[in-house]
């Protein structure tokens, strides 16, 4: 065997040559050797089996007349091993014999080249079977490096089905135990307020006829102690009453659904406060409201919440306060604008919790839920409310409601 150097070690394709004369193989190496490929020479057939068995080879160079196994023989069996059935081979010969070249491509062979051979034929034939090898090796890599990324990704896309089955039945689960535990914490809430409320008027009825019986029969303290009774059982019997209506929110299906004119419900709340509107000299302007797929109940007790809460936390101004609205895509987004005390950014949020209040309580103060509520109603109509302010220059809440009901 004679080969080349191989300096680079990598990316160099193996060319095997097969003549059973040495000088016939120094010829093949002196023309081949400046494509820069490994080349192996052998001598006989049997010697090239040999090299077969063990190597891969981007083309073979056979002498057609070789004794014991000529070329046709050895081309035989290079076509018969699968490993090698693929090697393009161009036959060497020096004989212009039809029955030669019959044969010859019947086994196989790519191209005859007839003896003498011009070299820069041989070479320019032998790079082209040599690139196509190059060629072929770097799509065989491609396609195994495909085959296993396929391969690790079907094994990854059996783990995430395999998570997603297991992520949708724990979530059908909790969703199934939040389900039964908001329907229990309605409950509860309705019947512990709803209980409550008796108690808490007998306690005021019978510290407002002890106020009546005894009045100016007890010192300054007792009647101070009985006005703190009334008072606080009145404030407990609003707040228990507030915390009923938040647990009926979500009580009201979907049949309390119709179209309603937000217009309507406007003029509904503002005659429902009409006695705090004329106490406070406060001044409603609005434009028009649109029509929406809504709770009218709920929409009225809504708009009812905003006002209130702007009349209540103004400042020494006649409370002024605007109702407007606007399309926005595909919901509508309305707005009610005052010039009250304001909110500081920071409790933006905050003032939407249950028993919010960011005032110190006293006899005017609320019970901290009517925001709470507004939130759970505009939530219930699948709308979003926010609230944009700072300290001493109004507040504007918005919200939400989409177009389809």
């Excluded at 020479?41 to 070789?66: H, W």
């Excluded at 004329?278 to 009225?300: H, K, N, Y």
């Excluded at 925001?371 to 300290?391: F, P, T, Y």
Aim: glycine residues 6%.
């Amino acid at each position: 065997m004679y080969s080349t150097p191989n300096p680079a070690g990598e990316g160099r394709m193996k060319i095997l040559l097969v003549d059973d004369t040495p000088e016939n193989l120094v010829s093949l190496e002196a023309a081949l050797v400046g494509l820069g490929e490994d080349l192996v020479m052998a001598q006989s057939g049997k010697e090239a089996l040999r090299y077969l068995l063990n190597d891969e080879f981007a083309a073979i160079l056979l002498d057609v007349r070789m004794p014991e196994m000529d070329g046709f023989e050895t081309a035989e069996m290079i076509r018969s091993r699968p490993r090698s059935r693929q090697i393009p081979i161009l036959f060497l010969t020096g004989y212009r014999n039809e029955e030669h070249l019959f044969r010859g491509y019947d086994l196989g062979a790519v191209d005859f080249l007839f003896k003498p051979i011009v070299p820069e034929v041989l070479r320019s034939k032998v790079a082209v079977f040599v690139e196509l090898s190059r060629t072929n090796a770097k799509l065989r890599q491609q396609t195994d490096a495909l085959r296993k990324q396929a391969e690790e990704l079907q094994r990854a896309e059996q783990e995430v089905r395999r998570l997603n089955t297991n992520l949708e039945a724990r979530v059908l689960e909790r969703t199934e135990e939040l389900m039964r535990s908001n329907e229990e914490l309605q409950q509860f809430a309705y019947v512990a307020s709803h209980d409550l409320r008796e108690p808490l008027r007998t306690v005021s009825i019978y510290a407002q006829l002890l106020a009546k019986r005894y009045q100016g029969r007890l010192d300054g303290d007792g009647n101070q102690f009985i006005d703190f009774i009334v008072h606080n059982a009145e404030r407990m019997e609003k707040l228990v009453h507030d915390l009923l209506d938040f647990s009926r929110i979500d009580v009201r299906g979907m049949d309390f659904f119709s179209r309603t004119s937000c217009d309507t419900a406007m003029d509904d709340a503002i005659g429902n406060i009409q006695p705090l509107v004329a106490e406070s000299g406060a001044v409603i302007t609005r434009d028009p409201l649109p029509c929406v797929m809504g709770d009218a109940v709920q929409l009225t007790r809504l708009f009812q919440n905003l006002l209130v809460n702007s009349i209540k936390y103004r400042n020494s101004d006649v409370p002024r306060i605007h109702v407007s609205s606007k399309e926005n895509g595909d919901e509508y987004l309305m707005w009610v604008k005052d010039n009250g005390i304001g909110i500081d950014p920071q409790y933006a949020e905050k003032i939407f919790g249950i028993f919010r209040v960011l005032q110190p309580r006293d006899r005017s103060s609320g019970s901290g839920m009517g925001l709470a509520i507004c939130r759970k109603i505009v939530s219930r109509h699948a709308g979003r409310i926010w609230v944009e302010s700072a300290l001493g220059q109004g507040a504007t809440f918005y919200w939400t409601i989409p177009k389809k009901g």
